[in-house]
């Protein structure tokens, strides 16, 4: 009897089958991330301004952003730089780099515009100049910003 109770415990596990479903990480993320650097000893925003570190007590924020395709922004500046990389999409930004950034009121004017696409090498968000950020593709724009700022400092002056 023991020997049947323990061949039929055996064919009991052989029979049973267990699929493990395993993930190619090359295919699966490819898309997304490479190996290597995505930005490198970079010292200039898009602009040309010459990047520099906070004089106050110096704080990190990040920020995943994710804008449905029409998305645009108000009229706005950033007192500091960040580091940004497109995951997914188009992102257009839209510089008026006449108006001085005490011109909080005043009318604001297209004078350049940049567009960062997904795969794109990561670069420095121009601070202290005014622009409107936008999504003009088809698709949901996805993008993460890590802003070099100052402790307890608001990121973003609005123009109105």
């Keep these: 009897m023991k020997k049947f109770t323990l061949l039929t415990l055996l064919l009991f596990i052989f029979s049973c089958t267990t699929e493990i479903k395993t993930v190619d990480a090359e295919s699966e993320f490819s898309s997304f991330f490479k190996n290597g650097d995505v930005m490198t000893s970079v010292t ?20 995943v952003k994710v804008w449905e395709p029409g998305f645009k922004s108000p009229w706005h500046y950033h007192p500091y730089t960040g580091i940004a990389y497109v995951v997914q999409g188009e992102l257009t930004v839209n510089y008026d ?34 622009h409107i950020s936008e999504n003009k ?12 700022g100052e402790k307890d400092k608001p990121l973003v002056v609005l123009a109105e």
Excluded at 107 to 129: M, N, Q, R, W
Excluded at 137 to 145: A, Q, T
Aim: hydrophobic share 35%; no cysteine; charged share 20%.
């Design 44 to 63: 200039q925003d898009p602009l040309g301004n010459i990047f520099s570190y906070p004089t106050g007590e110096a704080a990190v924020t990040s920020q």
């Design 97 to 130: 780099t006449e108006t001085s950034i005490d011109g909080i009121g005043s009318e604001k004017t297209i004078i350049s515009s940049e567009t960062y696409k997904a795969g794109d090498k990561a670069f420095l968000g121009v601070a202290k100049t005014w």
């Design 137 to 148: 593709s088809n698709e949901d724009l996805i993008f993460i910003v890590s802003w070099l």
